[in-house]
């Protein structure tokens, strides 16, 4: 299981203009990540801190499909993000991207700066109380391309010519 991580709630439906800003677009993913969800939280992306955990409602990332939604999270250095669902393309953009997506139906019982702790190769989530909630287990395909930073990093690895020993 992994440490103690500190939940920033969000609710349904939080969509990629929410997470990357359209008017921060022709920027960098540096300046949007500054901009990331000031509409709905306006001190999020100044108090963020490595390892947070955003916990949402459903439908979290709807919206276009602008990758950068995901790379601001990542920029952050937000762990993980935990809803019931979330939409299909943001999905795909945040695991090409090492952005971990945690599905837990019951994750609405999860407080605002409570600390949890997850496993996703087990699909829980636990609770500053002990409660454990269930997650779905994260495939492990997946899960290596989190660890691997994404999906271009997991490549370059795997492809990179081996030096003779």
């Known amino acids: 299981m992994n440490a103690s991580h500190r939940v920033w709630r969000f609710g349904a439906d939080v969509d990629t203009d929410a997470l990357a800003p359209g008017g921060w677009m022709q920027h960098g993913v540096e300046v949007i990540a500054r901009h990331s969800l000031e509409s709905l939280r ?14 949402a409602g459903p439908n979290f990332g709807v919206g276009s499909s602008r990758e950068q939604a995901a790379a601001a999270l990542r920029h952050l250095g937000v762990a993980a993000v935990i809803a019931p ?3 299909g393309l943001f999905f795909r953009n945040a695991f090409n991207l090492g952005l ?3 599905a837990c139906r019951d994750c609405e019982r999860i407080a605002e700066r409570e600390p949890i702790a ?5 699909g829980t989530v636990t609770r500053a109380s002990g409660e454990e909630l269930a997650a779905e287990p994260i495939p492990a395909f997946l899960l290596d391309m989190v660890e691997a930073g994404g999906l271009l990093p997991q490549l370059k690895r795997r492809f990179q010519p081996r030096t003779p020993a």
């Open 42 to 55: 306006p001190e999020f992306a100044g108090s963020v801190r490595a390892g947070d955990v955003i916990v």
């Open 85 to 87: 669902s979330f939409a």
């Open 100 to 102: 971990l997506l945690i």
């Open 118 to 122: 997850f496993d996703p190769r087990a």
